[in-house]
């Protein structure tokens, strides 16, 4: 625990006010030196009597004495308070004592009005400047000015006459009037002290739990990125055996479970993305790249992923053209308006879903508008925490994880494109982006799509210590017409390179997985192989690793590099790109 409890509070405030009255003790020790000699010295040049000097010699004895020395050179007078304490409190009951002496041994008897005036004077400046420096403990209030005053008093009022009693009680009201302000002032630095305290233990416990936050998330992250590899490995082989069993199926009458079985592990597939989505997004991994972004082909691109969703719930979709132009990351603007849309499609039953943007000076406007449920007001504020859904206490997977509304607003955050949110229950709810806009620019008509697939690499050699995985790949390549070597390490895969380099039918594609059998580091087995067999070994890296700093080092690497668990499709593609850029170079080359 952070926070003081009151013994503790009490102590640490009475540790301030010592050393803060034992700081301030030479300044003080000095006015109250100067004032007594100035008195004594009046007193001797009106009277000439020694008990003048006799006092003024007492008070030097007591000043020269300088008692709040001792505190400042003890070692560990802080640890020791209410000791130190009771010492300042006897020495300025000592001092008090010794200006309560002064009416009685420096006015003389009879009557002295003009010496009596001097002496009040004085030792009421004194009092209220002593006051002021010592009530920041509360026991030297009385000590410091009741026996100096009440002497006083006591000695004007012995006089006996009118004059010197008027004195004696003025004298008396002073005193009194002295002892509430010095209580007061004191009450006032207590308090401000307490406070200060207060919140620097207020202050200590958040930077606690601050850090406690952080390192909650850090390892969080670190816990995503750990248990993905794990996680994605089978994952990666579910997809790819199931690839081959449903080409296998297809025709068959059986190839309607194999398309579900597929469907479900997209579906698992789509889950981990988002999670390691929202693991790289907190970790600050993701660098957006701003550039001019037409919006016409992100609605086009949105429109074909989201059409036949929209059609299969009867929905209307629909996406109106813009020639708008807009400063953004599209990989990461694509990622933000598909997780809007897609929300919007799952909470919506009838009507329908609009797109549109629409320029305001500055910026451009995208609204995603829809028909359904709508969000009430108490939800409003929670529709961005992860794992939070409105109206899905069942947890239907059917609506997702409820997390990617928290990614929307990550991405917004990071791109600097608030977001704002209008709802009404059972009407339908509309989310806006604002974009900054920017002028249309030309663009360079793009070379024509072919339509048919690139032929995938004759010969691909394979490094995994997964004998799941090679299997899995090595049958969905088979099936595709590719011939496989599948090795577990790099000394396997370099005698394999070694005799194909040799023969009529060299490998193309190396693909590695960058885990390998007892910690070998498969980017250091790809890379030492691509420099030993030369550069048009084509190397595709596989990888469940999601640590910032490896994928950091893969980045660097200028390999090809692809997040487990791949879809045959994608790794087919990966593969097609690879052939394509090994064409190219060696058309370049001859």
Same mark, same amino acid.
């Given at each position: ?19 803060? #009255? ?12 100067? @004032? ?65 002496? /002064? ?57 006996? +006459? ?80 199931? $690839? ?9 009458? +059986?190839?309607?479970?194999? $398309? ?8 698992? &597939? ?34 074909? #992923? ?44 009838? &009507?329908?879903?609009?797109?549109? /943007? ?12 829809? @028909? ?6 108490? =939800?409003?504020?929670?529709?961005? +925490? ?109 005698a394999v390179l070694s005799h194909a380099a040799h023969g009529s039918a060299p490998v ?12 070998a580091d498969g980017l250091a087995a790809a890379q030492r192989l691509r420099a030993r ?12 690793? @999601? ?26 593609? /990966? ?7 090994? @064409?190219?170079?060696?058309?370049? =080359?001859?």
């Open positions: 625990m952070n926070d003081l409890h009151p013994p503790e509070l009490a102590q640490r405030v009475l540790r301030e006010q010592v050393a803060a #009255v034992h700081a301030n003790a030479p300044a003080a020790y000095l006015a109250d030196f100067l @004032t007594a000699q100035s008195l004594g010295i009046g007193l001797f040049l009106a009277t000439w009597r020694w008990q003048v000097l006799l006092w003024m010699a007492l008070h030097l004895a007591l000043t020269l004495r300088r008692a709040y020395r001792r505190y400042q050179r003890s070692p560990d007078a802080a640890e020791h308070p209410e000791y130190w304490a009771r010492f300042n409190a006897r020495n300025v009951l000592l001092r008090s004592c010794v200006w309560g002496l /002064a009416p009685w041994l420096c006015v003389p008897a009879g009557r002295n009005l003009g010496l009596w005036v001097m002496v009040i004077v004085m030792m009421m400046g004194g009092c209220a400047g002593g006051a002021l420096s010592l009530a920041v403990l509360k026991r030297n209030i009385p000590r410091f000015i009741v026996p100096s005053m009440a002497s006083l008093t006591l000695a004007l009022a012995w006089r006996g +006459d009118s004059t010197h009693l008027f004195l004696a009680s003025g004298c008396l009201l002073y005193m009194c009037v002295m002892i509430m302000f010095a209580l007061q002032h004191h009450r006032l630095l207590t308090a401000s002290l307490t406070m200060r305290f207060e919140k620097e233990a207020l202050a200590e416990q958040l930077s606690h739990q601050i850090a406690a936050t952080q390192r909650a998330s850090e390892e969080k992250t670190r816990f995503l990125a750990a248990a993905s590899h794990d996680l994605r490995q089978p994952m990666h082989a579910i997809a790819l055996f199931g $690839a081959v069993i449903e080409k296998k199926l297809r025709g068959s009458e +059986d190839w309607d479970h194999a $398309a579900r079985l597929m469907d479900a592990v997209g579906t698992l &597939g789509d889950s981990l993305d988002t999670l390691l989505d929202i693991s790289r997004l907190d970790a600050g991994e993701v660098a957006p790249q701003i550039r001019p972004v037409e919006l016409n082909p992100l609605f086009l691109a949105l429109n074909n #992923v989201f059409a036949a969703q929209a059609a299969d719930k009867e929905l209307q979709l629909r996406l109106r053209a813009t020639p708008c132009w807009v400063l953004s990351d599209p990989q990461l603007l694509q990622r933000l308006l598909s997780n809007l849309v897609d929300n919007a499609l799952k909470y919506t039953q009838r &009507g329908g879903v609009v797109v549109a /943007a629409r320029a305001r000076g500055p910026v451009v406007w995208i609204d995603i508008c829809d @028909t359904g449920i709508g969000i009430a007001d108490e =939800h409003l504020g929670r529709i961005f +925490d992860e794992f939070y859904q409105v109206g899905n206490p069942g947890r239907d997977r059917a609506r997702g994880l409820g997390i990617g509304l928290s990614i929307v607003q990550r991405i917004s955050r990071l791109l600097a494109h608030p977001l704002q949110v209008r709802s009404r229950l059972h009407r339908g709810s509309r989310f806006r982006l604002v974009l900054p806009a920017v002028s249309a620019l030309g663009v360079a008509p793009s070379a024509a799509r072919q339509g048919a697939a690139l032929p995938l690499p004759h010969r691909v050699l394979i490094v995994d210590d997964e004998v799941a995985i090679r299997q899995a790949v090595t049958g969905l390549l088979q099936a595709h017409g590719v011939a496989i070597d599948a090795v577990a390490g790099e000394a396997e895969a370099g193309e594609v190396l693909l590695c997985d960058v885990r390998l059998a007892d910690g067999f030369g550069p048009g070994l084509q190397v595709l890296l596989i990888t469940g690793e @999601t640590a910032p700093q490896r994928q950091q080092q893969m980045r660097d690497s200028g390999l090809q590099v692809l997040l487990k668990p791949v879809a045959a499709e994608r790794l087919l593609q /990966a593969l097609s790109a690879l052939k394509r850029r090994d @064409t190219t170079d060696t058309s370049m =080359h001859s």
